[in-house]
């Protein structure tokens, strides 16, 4: 039985929000103590761990979560099988990263940050957050995370202070990261071994089979966070890639409410699929409702706000960032929408079509990146993120829409012209300070519930199912 949704909601908060905002501050730090071009470099060897992260994991933690939720008997397969196989991956990739190294053109500071960041790899192929987001221990994961969080953060302002400190970023993630894995094993049931007899390596290949497909579409995914600062640092400078990293890493704290909802969503829709629940419809209906309009609340509060929170946090050497956010904002309300199409489609075992869609979207998504920063530098590479993120968003919704079939059809019209009427609206006042976002967000949440697209009963149903 699942927990409340509520309680769920309140320990990912904890987790989730609590470790991005103390890395956060770890990265404003390091932004401000290496500038943009070692920043630039931290950024394009975050994004190459990233890709090496996939081909260590080839979706196995998303296929994992969603089968080790099941009760013990029904399983296919268990916890060793996932772990056996991502720490040979994990082997593979990170000794092939490290030979291609002596090959590639790349600058000597570049290359010592890569060969650090991808030992992160084999830390994370013992990683157990998928484990315990698939049996419900949320706690676990807020320990983990706040522990992992407050070493990186304390490790970050006790060692780096200048340029020359830049190697000992991936050393101290590394070191923070090791602590939280360790953490979780803690939270282990023990029916589920971490090494069982007999070893299966023949079924092995058939876990990979059946996650490769969610694989590849997870990588095409997270290319629209991944594959833009590579494409901008090969096309321009390290110091735009910091400019538009430091943009992006805003980005990425907000959507903390993206990570919360996928991981409430996918354990909650795959238990309403496997039962056939009638509610289905009307859960997801309101659960697209509810996401989008909250997340289209905080993009047009970082619409407006932008100047002030860059100069904030980062300070007036990034003042170049602030049109970067605005056209970024633009990507909060598509990545939530994005993902509650996407998971309803993986709790349903549509991982083909998934994939389809994913490859489409992608495809476009890296033509209009790599077009618009050809064209117009770091603020094209962010309108080409936007773009990409809204063609997949679009793809994916097609087949989503051959599964489900919601009662509300008009709300993409609806959000599209509430927003634009607020935002005219907004632009004909003098400027507000920035102690005033939060009565402007009440004034666009409240106008949401007084025009009848949010009502407070169903939401608290939705949490306290």
Not at 10 to 33: E, P
Not at 197 to 210: E, G, Q, V
Not at 332 to 357: D, K, M, V, W
Not at 368 to 392: D, K, Q
Request: hydrophobic share 55%; with cysteine; glycine share 6%.
């Amino acid at each position: 039985m699942l927990k409340p949704l509520s309680t769920n909601a309140l320990y990912l908060f904890i987790s989730d929000a609590g470790a991005r905002l103390l890395g956060f501050l770890a990265t404003v730090h390091i932004a401000r103590s290496l500038e943009n071009e070692y920043f630039g470099l931290i950024i394009l060897a975050m994004s190459v761990l990233g890709y090496a992260q996939w081909f260590a994991d080839m979706g196995l933690t998303t296929l994992g979560t969603r089968e080790l939720a099941r009760p013990f008997p029904l399983r296919s397969f268990q916890l060793s099988d996932i772990l056996i196989i991502r720490l040979i991956l994990a082997l593979l990739v990170f000794s092939v990263v490290q030979v291609a190294l002596f090959a590639l053109p790349l600058s000597p500071p570049l290359k010592l940050l890569i060969r650090l960041y991808t030992l992160f790899l084999l830390v994370d192929s013992f990683l157990l957050e998928w484990y315990c987001r698939a049996i419900q221990k949320y706690q676990a994961l807020a320990i983990s995370r706040w522990l992992s969080g407050l070493i990186y953060l304390g490790g970050i302002f006790i060692w780096v202070h200048s340029p020359v400190d830049f190697y000992r970023v991936p050393l101290i993630y590394l070191s923070g990261q090791l602590v939280g894995a360790l953490s979780l094993f803690f939270w282990k049931k023990e029916e589920d071994k971490i090494f069982s007899k007999p070893i299966r390596p023949f079924s092995w290949l058939d876990i990979l089979k059946s996650a490769f497909q969610i694989g590849i579409a997870s990588i095409l995914a997270q290319s629209i966070h991944l594959l833009p600062p590579l494409i901008l640092g090969s096309l321009s400078t390290t110091g735009n890639v910091g400019l538009y990293g430091a943009a992006f890493k805003i980005i990425l704290i907000i959507q903390v409410i993206d990570r919360i909802f996928g991981a409430l969503f996918l354990p909650k829709i795959s238990q309403q699929w496997a039962l056939k629940s009638q509610r289905l419809p009307e859960n997801l209906n309101l659960t697209l409702h509810l996401g989008i309009w909250f997340t289209l609340s905080v993009g047009v509060l970082l619409y407006f706000f932008a100047p002030s929170i860059v100069d904030l946090i980062y300070g007036a050497k990034y003042q170049e960032s602030t049109l970067l956010l605005r056209i970024l904002s633009f990507f909060i309300p598509l990545a939530i929408t994005n993902s509650i199409f996407t998971f309803t489609l993986i709790a349903a075992g549509r991982e083909r079509p998934y994939l389809q869609a994913m490859m489409r979207g992608s495809s476009v998504a890296v033509l209009l990146i790599t077009g618009f920063t050809l064209w117009a530098g770091a603020w094209g590479t962010a309108l080409g993120v936007v773009l990409g993120e809204a063609a997949i968003v679009f793809f994916v919704y097609r087949q989503f829409s051959q599964l489900v079939s919601l009662p509300s059809q008009n709300l993409l019209l609806k959000a599209l012209i509430y927003t634009a009427t607020f935002v005219g609206v907004r632009q004909l006042l003098p400027a507000f300070p920035i102690w005033s976002a939060p009565i402007l967000w009440c004034i666009f949440m409240g106008g949401v519930f007084f025009i009848g697209d949010l009502e407070w009963r169903k939401i608290k149903g939705l949490f306290i199912e």
